[in-house]
């Protein structure tokens, strides 16, 4: 017997959760099926910064859904703490740059964005020991703590009516007529008015596994990060800094994240002595005051990497009840809430906020 649904989509982690929220504002009965549980993955391994990396070293569609995903955040994480209880901690802490030779095409990218920028003062970059090169103050930077907006999300899914089949995985996709007709698992056959995988770095390999016959050239690989948590005090640090590569969190309770390794493991997601050295190395050379505070937690998390770092976002172009949202890379939790709302939008036949051109399959498949 076949089970019939609305919207089925393979992946909860924020991709997936926040895609069916939008269906879901929408109308639209969805179905969330994961492999594992909800949330556990990369999504919830990440640091939670609202920004980019240098984000005007990145191609513009990074900055695109970058920036109108950080106009959605404070009343999406408002919204979620009404309706749960549970707060995502978004966080308007601010972030200290503390090297930007490229200075000036820095400035432009903050003006043609709309997003505030001062040259640091002394008191900010006082507390830490490293070499400054026109440091950069964005005081609206803000953060959300990843497992806490997970939580938050899925409750206020749960609440929204939005069903979960936890621990089930897909064996197998029909396609005919250009259709996805049936979707079984171990047990059970589904069919669903429109299908989504958003499986992050398990993209790639569950399309080609399920849909040989209907290849695309995602190229959405694991690559694996490590973070380091120490155990500090609320007075330690108030707000973000990136140094070089790497980078300083501090939470509301005074706990500090220090991040990041990028490292090609393929799905292997065990930590390791020496990423964890290397990064309480930078952690307590630029703020020395770490040597008071234990390390609390050291974990692995393995990101959706994707040429330039790009998603795909959008429908299949030979299936066409089919769409991906995926290969977010470091900043699946930054582009969320504009992808999600993209991919809403295309499905729905909506005008869309953002050009979905740079984000589409035929993009990714062009040679």
């Known amino acids: 017997m076949t089970t019939h649904l609305d919207i089925l989509i393979i992946g909860g982690g924020i991709s997936g959760l926040l895609t069916a929220r939008e269906l879901r504002l929408a109308g639209r009965e969805v179905t969330i099926l994961d492999k594992s549980k909800p949330g ?66 820095a400035i432009q990218w903050c003006e043609h964005y709309g997003i505030d920028y001062q040259p640091a003062a002394p008191s900010l970059t006082a507390p830490f020991t490293s070499h400054y090169d026109q440091a950069l103050w964005l005081p609206e930077i803000a953060q959300a703590r990843n497992p806490r907006l997970l939580k938050s999300l899925h409750a206020y899914l749960i609440q929204a009516g939005v069903q979960f089949l936890d621990t089930t995985e897909v064996r197998k996709i029909s396609i005919a007529n250009r259709q996805v007709e049936h979707i079984e698992t171990a047990d059970k056959s589904y069919s669903a008015q429109h299908l989504i995988i958003s499986a992050g770095a398990w993209t790639t390999d569950l399309m080609q596994d399920l849909l040989p016959d209907w290849p695309v050239d995602l190229q959405i690989q694991p690559v694996r990060g490590q973070m380091l948590l120490f155990d500090a005090t609320p007075s330690t640090l108030s707000y973000m800094v990136l140094g ?124």
């Open 40 to 105: 556990l993955e990369s999504s919830w391994a990440g640091g939670g910064i609202l920004l980019p990396i240098y984000p005007w070293r990145q191609a513009a569609a990074i900055s695109e859904l970058a920036v109108n995903s950080l106009k959605k955040y404070p009343a999406l994480s408002q919204e979620l703490l009404t309706a749960t209880g549970i707060d995502p901690e978004w966080y308007d802490c601010g972030m200290l740059i503390c090297q930007n030779p490229d200075h000036e095409q």
């Open 244 to 367: 070089g590569d790497q980078y300083l969190i501090p939470r509301r309770d005074g706990k500090i994240l220090a991040g990041s390794t990028v490292e090609q493991a393929g799905f292997n997601k065990i930590t390791t002595a020496e990423a964890k050295q290397q990064l309480y190395q930078f952690a307590t050379e630029l703020l020395p005051t770490l040597k008071n505070y234990p390390v609390c937690h050291h974990w692995a998390g393995l990101r959706p990497g994707s040429p330039q770092g790009i998603p795909t976002i959008g429908q299949h172009p030979d299936i066409e009840n089919l769409s991906i949202n995926a290969g977010h890379f470091r900043n699946g939790l930054v582009m969320g809430p504009a992808s999600a709302k993209l991919l809403a939008d295309l499905i729905l036949q909506r005008p869309t906020e953002i050009d979905p051109t740079p984000y589409s399959l035929t993009r990714a498949t062009a040679p």
